[in-house]
T-cell receptor, first 109, second 115 residues
Framework: DAKTTQPPSMDCAEGRAANLPCNHS???????VYWYRQIHSQGPQYIIH???NNETNEMASLIITEDRKSSTLILPHATLRDTAVYYC??????????FGAGTRLTVKP | ETGVTQTPRHLVMGMTNKKSLKCEQH?????MYWYKQSAKKPLELMFV???????ENNSVPSRFSPECPNSSHLFLHLHTLQPEDSALYLC??????????????FGPGTRLTVT
């Protein structure tokens, strides 16, 4: 499995865009990039995933570099409710999602 | 509401008790998972069921016994647990994965305390 590296914590001002980086330099051609988040003591919540192209949904945008060695999750207008731990995971499929420590995002008023 | 429910939400049990955790998914998925999340640790995958058959068991002690009677229900039977088994137990479901981007949907978890 490709390993991922994320900063342990980040702050963001409410209403501003939150840009969460993830490095996955050993990713292979058929591995997807997934993002989940976990609000304190709740189950993780799926956000978005992608293979090669940038993706956007109602929650976030995912930007994957052309060489696929890194990606950025963008929350366009962060709110206080977006405070959570964000996990970047690289896997071939959903059968075995190995969660790391993630990035603790704190959105501040 | 993710379409995955877990009961009970909180459970306190003694080391000699036997209890079961229940998970139900209403998403039409055909793969289900048990995860454990101990305090200040990443989620650990415990069991994977695909089409109601166990396909992965990540060296989980035998005091945890999963059961998947159909594609919508998953149980985790607990017996003679240890205090270090206290954790948040999470259930998830997805469509069958092989290669492809199939995301998992998680339940709210059962907070287990072993006394």
């Amino acid at each position: 499995d490709a390993k991922t590296t994320q900063p342990p914590s980040m702050d963001c001002a409410e209403g501003r865009a939150a840009n969460l980086p993830c490095n996955h330099s050993t990713i292979s051609g058929n591995e997807y990039v997934y993002w989940y988040r976990q609000i304190h003591s709740q189950g993780p919540q799926y956000i978005i995933h992608g293979l090669k192209n940038n993706e956007t949904n109602e929650m976030a945008s995912l930007i994957i570099t052309e060489d696929r060695k890194s990606s950025t999750l963008i929350l366009p207008h962060a709110t206080l409710r977006d405070t959570a731990v964000y996990y970047c995971i690289v896997r071939v499929g959903a059968n075995d999602m190995r969660f790391g420590a993630g990035t603790r995002l704190t959105v501040k008023p | 509401e993710t379409g995955v429910t877990q009961t009970p939400r909180h459970l306190v049990m003694g080391m000699t008790n036997k209890k079961s955790l229940k998970c139900e998914q209403h998403l039409g998925h055909n793969a289900m998972y048990w995860y454990k999340q101990s305090a200040k640790k990443p989620l650990e995958l415990m069991f994977v069921y695909s089409l109601e058959e166990r396909v992965e068991n990540n060296s989980v002690p035998s005091r945890f016994s999963p059961e998947c009677p159909n594609s919508s229900h998953l149980f985790l039977h607990l017996h003679t647990l240890q205090p270090e088994d206290s954790a948040l137990y999470l259930c998830a479901s997805s469509q069958l994965a092989g290669t492809g981007g199939y995301e998992q949907y998680f339940g709210p978890g059962t907070r287990l305390t072993v006394t």
